[in-house]
């Protein structure tokens, strides 16, 4: 049995030994010694060993006594020698025999060749090893994972970046697990156990720990790997750095974020704290803060930093800005970026505070950039701060750049809204100040609401108005409501001119004048305005002339201010808006004072002249007059003008003419010039004479203005003294005939005398013896013309005497020249004159008085002669001549070679009662020129080249009388018009 027993064992497979509880070999198989070439008995107790690798023999000696001491089946590899030398690799696996106690009794062994298993393993090794080689030479994090999501491996890449070695990395604690940001660790576990329970491919974003402590975005891809059937056997996961992507995506939703909060109008305190906090976030270790000037660019309005410590931010506030104020500072001033990268360092701002401020809240650099307009105006800084000092990297660069794009854009935006809706109040204002001088309020009311408005839209200033004096040598307080009172009162009455103050030169040169610190500029010494302004804490002074359309200046408008400091561009602007205003409201108050005075003066005058003045739409029949109008008409003034009331008024034999003249205008649009009556309730008569100019408006509408007078008293005076005139016409021409009466007497004697010889020479034709009929009837012929002769000459005689209404006729004017001839020829022969007459044969006729032309030829023809009585020395020659003209006029011509007249006297020859004769009246000549004027004719008079003097006068082919003397009820000459107009006139 037991032979058959060894005979089995030596004919498995395997090497089989057998040990005693203690460990000693009993027993090995015929194979075992096959193998190691030992015989049994070289192998018994531990005799084996020698078979065993001598670096493996210490390993397997002490397994084997930890599996004895264990009393348990174990395993062992290892490597033994083959007869030939050889090494193999063998799997040893012991298993205990118990006894009926429960106590090992034996043990039994089996090795197992695994040389083939083991060479494979080593080639997996190697290349695994390889594979580390490579996936720890990437530049990436990969990590391998076991089927059920367990940790397997890592590269060197993540080993270095977390800061661990692959054995930390295999512990329970799962320090890859802590290495990523607690607030993604719950999606990142959720994420992968859904991963390894699907076997869906892994594919998640989430924040890894740096070995400094920094925290970068990754994007983890995982893919699992299969064996033949499709089993998982590993994963294989691949992080990729990501942060500066996620970085700018954050940025660029940072920015679109801030922008549609800058477009949606949001407040820029709102949206600056907004960009802060991105930068913050951004940037890990760093704070910023935002610092805005005011819209004079003077002083830091407001600072703005949600992570800035409050105090720090509430100490820059109101801080004035300069170079020395500190890095922000300078960067406004210069519009330069600033870096300090350590404060403790740099000793720029030692000694303005800034520095001791940043230090005591803990901050070690700031690196500022200005806040750039698109204008180029600075606008404020923004500013970034570390507490552990530094330089800018090239991303905090490139995150400033960016940043304070977005900031200028929200600025200028707010800045932009800001000046549209001060621009719509300042319009409203305007509008409102403009209505009430349209409205008429009075100027003070006007520059004190003005003044107020700069108070309301200008923070911080007071407005002040000066004008000149009438003389333009003083000041006169215009307005000035929030300025003291002692300052204004001050002020009235200075003198003004360019150096008494900044008003003074504004106005003098018709220019803005800036005083920014009245307290350093001593060019207003001199009078005392600087001592004046800052004894009242007026510290500048912005002063713009108010000038009138024509560039006169009026005064000057100025802007006041308690602080020292230049004007906002805002600020110039509106001091030159108001002080355009404030001119118009200056000359309107002007214009209306003056037309009020005009309309007074004229009233007045109307009132004194007995003129009142209307229009007339025709269109509309809209009529306005004036209140003289309305007295002359005696209408009351409440009582609306028309057409049908005028013609109420007018004298019912004037009505037709109305009418007519009303027709005739409506469509002409020429002027016109009427006169009528009126018939008044009382049933008296009034006089009007009318006159009016026609003119359209934009429409082309037509609109006559005129003027209605009452001439009624002018009208009754003028008749009265008609009457004298024509009485005193009378007596000219009875005193001119007077000094012709021996002529005359002479004419009418010729004849008488012919016919007394006539009759006695019939007489004794007729008494002879036979009677001589023929002759005696010849001599009757001759006696009946001698005595229509002498009719003639009397009926001329009582023509010239009498007092009859003027006659117009058709003249022949040769023909009632020749008649003047003939009556005063005796009286020019007695003068020893030799009258020479021309006359043109080719004359039309004129239409005329006969007579009142012929007293005329008179008065020239006596007067040549008389004007040559005294001459001795030379012909007393008269030239009396007619001719015509190229427009159709008839002229007559009466030149003598008399003693003339002085040049410088030639105007007054034709006044009434100037005669240069010793017995003369002076009325001749006056009433000479105004028969003609009368025929609408013209005479005058001119020296000769040699002695005497010329008269002539010109009158139209046909003469169209100038008033109709019907219309007035009475019976005038024109000539007794003309001689009182003559009268009136001198």
Not at 3 to 26: H, K, M
Not at 409 to 429: C, G, K, M, W, Y
Not at 513 to 527: G, L, N
Not at 826 to 844: C, G, S, T
Request: proline share 4%; glycine share 8%; with cysteine.
């Amino acid at each position: 049995m037991e032979n058959e027993l060894s005979r089995v064992v030596d004919a498995l497979p395997g090497l089989i030994w057998s040990a005693l509880p203690d460990g000693c070999t009993d027993f090995v198989n015929q194979r075992w010694c096959e193998y190691t070439g030992l015989s049994t008995g070289e192998a018994r107790d531990e005799g084996w060993q020698v078979a065993v690798h001598p670096d493996d023999r210490p390993r397997l000696t002490d397994d084997w006594e930890a599996i004895l001491a264990s009393g348990a089946q174990g395993d062992i590899e290892a490597r033994m020698r083959r007869f030939d030398g050889t090494y193999r690799w063998f799997h040893v696996r012991a298993c205990p025999l118990f006894g009926e106690k429960g106590e090992v009794v034996k043990w039994c062994g089996i090795n197992t060749d695994i040389q083939t298993r083991k060479t494979a393993e080593e080639a997996i090794r190697a290349e695994e090893n390889r594979f580390r080689v490579i996936i720890d030479g990437l530049p990436a994090i990969v990590t391998l994972m076991s089927s059920d999501g367990q940790f397997e491996h890592a590269n060197q890449y993540m080993l270095d970046y977390i800061g661990v070695t692959l054995e930390q990395m295999k512990l329970k604690d799962r320090p890859l697990g802590k290495a990523y940001h607690p607030d993604d660790r719950p999606a990142i576990l959720v994420k992968w156990m859904e991963c390894v329970r699907t076997g869906e491919p892994y594919d998640h974003e989430a924040r890894l720990r740096r070995a400094d402590g920094k925290y970068r975005w990754f994007h983890t891809q995982g893919y699992p790997l299969r064996d033949a059937e499709g089993r998982i056997v590993l994963w294989y996961l691949l992080q990729t750095d990501i942060d500066e992507r996620r970085c700018a995506e954050a940025l660029l939703s940072g920015e679109k974020r801030l922008l549609e909060m800058v477009a949606s109008g949001n407040p820029l305190p709102v949206v600056l704290d907004e960009l802060c906090g991105l930068l913050d976030k951004m940037a890990n270790g760093c704070v910023s803060g935002v610092l805005l000037l005011d819209r004079a660019g003077l002083k830091v309005e407001r600072s703005i930093g949600p992570g800035l410590p409050t105090t720090y931010s509430k100490a820059l506030e109101g801080k004035t800005v300069s170079p020395e104020a500190g890095p922000c500072g300078m960067a406004v001033c210069q519009k330069i970026q600033v870096i300090v990268s350590d404060v403790t360092t740099d000793a720029r701002w030692n000694e303005t505070g800034w520095q001791a401020l940043a230090l005591a809240h803990g901050l070690k650099s700031c690196w500022s950039t200005p806040i750039i307009a698109a204008t180029g105006e600075a606008l404020g800084t923004f500013a970034i701060y570390r507490p552990d000092g530094g330089l800018p990297t090239a991303f905090h660069q490139s995150l400033m750049q960016k940043l304070t794009h977005i900031a200028s854009i929200a600025v200028a935006r707010t800045h932009s809204e800001d000046d549209q809706q001060r621009a719509e109040t300042l319009l409203a204002h305007e509008k409102r100040l403009l209505e009430m001088i349209a409205w008429g309020y009075t100027l003070p009311v006007v520059l004190d609401a003005l003044c107020r408005l700069v108070e309301d839209m200008a923070t911080g200033c007071h407005c002040g108005i000066l004008f000149y004096s009438p003389d333009e040598t003083t000041w006169q307080h215009g307005a000035g409501p929030a300025l003291p009172s002692g300052y204004n009162e001050t002020m009235h009455g200075r003198p003004a001119h360019r150096a008494s103050g900044p008003c003074g030169l504004a106005a003098s040169e018709k220019k803005q004048v800036i005083v920014s610190d009245i307290a350093t500029d001593m060019q207003w010494d001199k009078h005392g305005w600087r001592a004046l302004a800052l004894s009242y804490g007026i510290k500048a002074c912005w002063s713009s002339p108010i000038l009138s359309h024509d560039k006169k200046a009026l005064g000057a408008l100025a802007f006041y201010q308690y602080e020292p400091g230049p004007p906002s561009t805002f600020q110039r602007e509106l001091i030159a808006q108001l002080s355009q205003i404030a001119s118009i409201a200056v000359e309107r108050a002007r214009s209306e004072s003056a037309l009020k005075r005009s309309e007074a003066f004229l009233s007045k005058a109307q009132q004194l002249s007995l003129t009142g003045s209307f229009s007339w739409r025709v269109g509309t029949s809209e009529i306005t007059w004036s209140e003289q109008a309305h007295r002359i008409f005696e209408f009351e003034h409440r009582v609306p003008v028309t057409i049908e009331l005028l013609s109420s008024r007018i004298h019912p034999d004037d009505l037709e003419l109305l009418n007519e003249m009303i027709d005739r205008v409506r469509g002409a649009g020429s002027d016109f010039e009427y006169e009528c009556r009126l018939l008044m309730p009382d049933r008296s008569t009034k006089y009007l004479h009318v006159v009016a100019h026609g003119t359209r408006d934009h429409d082309g509408a037509l609109e006559y203005i005129g003027a209605v007078q009452d001439v009624t008293e002018r009208r009754l005076s003028e008749e009265a003294l008609g009457k004298v005139r024509s009485e005193l016409a009378h007596v000219a021409r009875a005193t001119t005939l007077g000094a012709l009466t021996a002529s005359i007497a002479h004419e009418v004697n010729q004849p008488l005398s012919g016919i007394m010889t006539n009759a006695s020479t019939c007489l004794r034709m007729l008494a002879a013896d036979p009677p001589n009929v023929d002759g005696a009837r010849e001599t009757a012929r001759r006696t009946l013309r001698d005595g229509k002769r002498a009719s003639d000459v009397i009926v001329r005689l009582r023509a010239l005497f009498a007092k009859k209404n003027e006659l117009t006729e058709s003249v022949d004017l040769n023909e009632a020249t020749r008649e003047v001839i003939a009556l005063s020829s005796n009286d020019l022969q007695r003068n020893r004159v030799n009258l020479r007459a021309e006359f043109r044969d080719d004359i039309p006729p004129i239409a005329g008085d006969r007579v009142q032309l012929q007293q005329v030829i008179l008065n020239l023809l006596l007067n040549a002669s008389d004007a040559m009585k005294g001459v001795d020395d030379r012909p007393r020659q008269l030239l009396i001549r007619t001719d015509r003209d190229e427009s159709e006029h008839v002229q007559l011509t009466v030149q003598d070679t008399g003693v003339g007249f002085e040049p410088q006297a030639v105007e007054r020859l034709f006044d009434a009662f100037y005669t240069t004769k010793t017995s003369g009246m002076g009325i001749g000549l006056s009433v000479s020129r105004h028969i003609i004027e009368s025929h609408q004719g013209r005479l005058w008079a001119s020296s000769n080249e040699g002695p005497g003097a010329t008269f002539s006068f010109s009158i139209p082919r046909k003469s169209v009388r100038t008033r109709d003397s019907d219309r007035s009820g009475h019976n005038q000459t024109s000539a007794d018009v003309e001689i009182g107009q003559a009268m009136r006139k001198n």
